[in-house]
């Protein structure tokens, strides 16, 4: 299994900390350079790829090589190599008219800053150039250039403490690390992919099966066989993202004329991204330890593209896409779903949100914010509604969930549960709180 580990950095003295810093910096500038090459000849060939490759990295990799040692200028190249690869093939699914997955053009890889403006501090590092040592004094080691040692008289690899616990401490093999400095927490972070054994895969509890409804103001709607119902609302989530959309936009109307970006706008893009990587990774967490206690195997999933095509709108569209990044979010719940032994899967759930749970209709219901109502009589909460009719698509049974949700909103550490919730436990353990109406039976109205 592929997992990864993500952990803070502190170098042990000042002059270890200007030497990591001057490490990271000449990584960005080779990064600068390579993109600089390649874009140029990307222009001069008007687009076509075969120009990207014939850009001269040995020139530039002999140049750095000093600082940041061989290997390392070797995989900031290759990374590089990585990205405009990862454009083209999105490129190429832009231009494909049955590929409905990318929907906005896409864009050559990025710069990572100037001395004047501020440089994004960040480097990787090959699995052997480094070293990870896990216990009481955690420690990271790296290698560095030869000019660099000479310049800060140190010998031998860069030491650096390592904060916290990782998530994989024992693994089979370890990957390329990422190194960089955060500048909104003034903190050196790493991130290392490591390769676990299968063993430490957890079996299913059970052979029950969940379906999920990704939503635009409720992120997740879900709804397992055992009848349990889970809400993660997303408004105030969201709001925040849009604030901090806005408040960019404010900021590079007021750059002068031939300025795009700022420090402080690439500041706010990575603040804004962190907090949404950040609650979506732990709701993935929250929400697959939830349906493992449940006896949950296997995990639905609504596909996108049903979404835009039947309720497509520009907020709609800025909610699915640039904040709740729903392609990073099923490939994060798999991820996670794998260490427990989980699958998920993605199926088409067109109509669900329409259809009416009680007499079967599509064209006689009504929608107002999370309320769905039909002229049969029916009333309830609209994305439990479309999570429970798409779970119950594709098991072919019929679900009773139980009388109220179990719903949770985020308080930028975690996914706490609402006071307009049940209390889980009271719930599974009382048979006499469970609902036997049929027309709310989909969730709280």
């Keep these: 299994m592929k997992r990864t580990n993500r952990f803070a950095v502190r170098p042990l003295s000042d002059t270890g900390e200007q030497l990591l810093r001057d490490l990271l910096d000449a990584s960005a500038a080779l990064w600068n350079e390579v993109n600089y090459q390649r874009l140029m000849r990307y222009n001069e060939e008007n687009g ?78 090959r699995n052997t150039s480094y070293t990870a040592e ?35 401490p024992e693994y089979n093999k370890q990957g390329r690390l990422d190194l960089w400095y955060d500048e909104t927490d003034s903190t050196f972070r790493a991130s290392q992919p490591v390769t676990v054994s299968d063993d430490a895969r957890t079996t299913p509890l059970a052979a029950e099966k969940a379906a999920l409804d990704i939503g635009a103001n409720n992120l997740v709607a879900c709804t397992t066989t055992t009848g349990g119902q889970y809400l993660y609302e997303g408004r105030n989530l969201f709001q925040r993202f849009r604030d901090t959309t806005r408040e960019i936009a ?82 994060q719940l798999a991820c996670t779903a794998e260490e427990y032994g989980i699958s998920i899967e993605v199926r088409s ?8 749970p009680q007499c079967g209709g599509t064209d006689r219901t009504t929608r107002y914010q999370d309320t769905l109502t039909c002229l049969c009589g029916f009333e309830g909460h609209a994305d439990l509604t479309a999570s429970k009719t798409f779970l119950e698509q594709q098991t072919s049974n019929t679900v ?22 049940h209390r889980p436990n009271e719930q599974r353990t009382d048979p006499s709180t469970i609902q036997r109406d049929g027309n709310v039976a989909s969730g709280e109205t």
């Excluded at 190429?92 to 053009?105: C, G, I, P, W």
């Excluded at 759930?349 to 009416?356: D, G, K, L, R, Y």
């Excluded at 949700?405 to 307009?420: A, C, I, K, L, N």
Aim: charged share 35%.
């Design 134 to 168: 896990w216990g009481d004094r955690s420690r990271l080691e790296i290698l560095v250039g030869k000019e660099l040692k000479d310049r800060y008289d140190h010998t031998g690899r860069l030491r650096l403490e390592i904060a916290g616990n990782p998530s994989w």
């Design 400 to 421: 009773r969930p139980m009388a109220r949700p179990v719903r949770f909103q985020w308080d930028d550490h975690d996914w706490s549960e609402s006071s307009r919730s």
């Design 349 to 356: 759930e067109a109509w669900t949100s329409q259809e009416c």
């Design 250 to 331: 404010r900021l590079q109307s007021k750059l002068e004329d031939g300025r795009y970006s700022s420090e402080r706008i690439r500041r706010l893009y990575r603040k804004r991204t962190r907090r949404r990587d950040h609650a979506q990774e732990a709701l993935c967490r929250d929400l697959i330890e939830r349906l493992y206690d449940d006896g949950v195997e296997a995990v639905y999933i609504g596909g996108l593209t049903d979404v835009l095509e039947t309720h497509w709108s520009v907020e709609t569209n800025a909610k699915t896409h640039n904040f709740w990044a729903f392609k990073q979010f099923t490939e």
């Design 48 to 125: 076509f790829e075969g120009g990207v490759w014939d850009a001269d990295t040995g020139r530039l990799e002999g140049k750095y090589k000093g600082v940041v040692g061989a290997s390392t200028s070797q995989q900031v190249i290759r990374k590089n190599s990585e990205a405009w690869r990862g454009f083209f093939r999105l490129k190429e699914q832009y231009h494909d008219k049955s590929n409905t997955s990318v929907t906005d053009h896409p864009e050559p890889p990025g710069f990572r800053g100037n001395e004047d403006d501020g440089r994004r501090l960040k480097t990787v590092i």
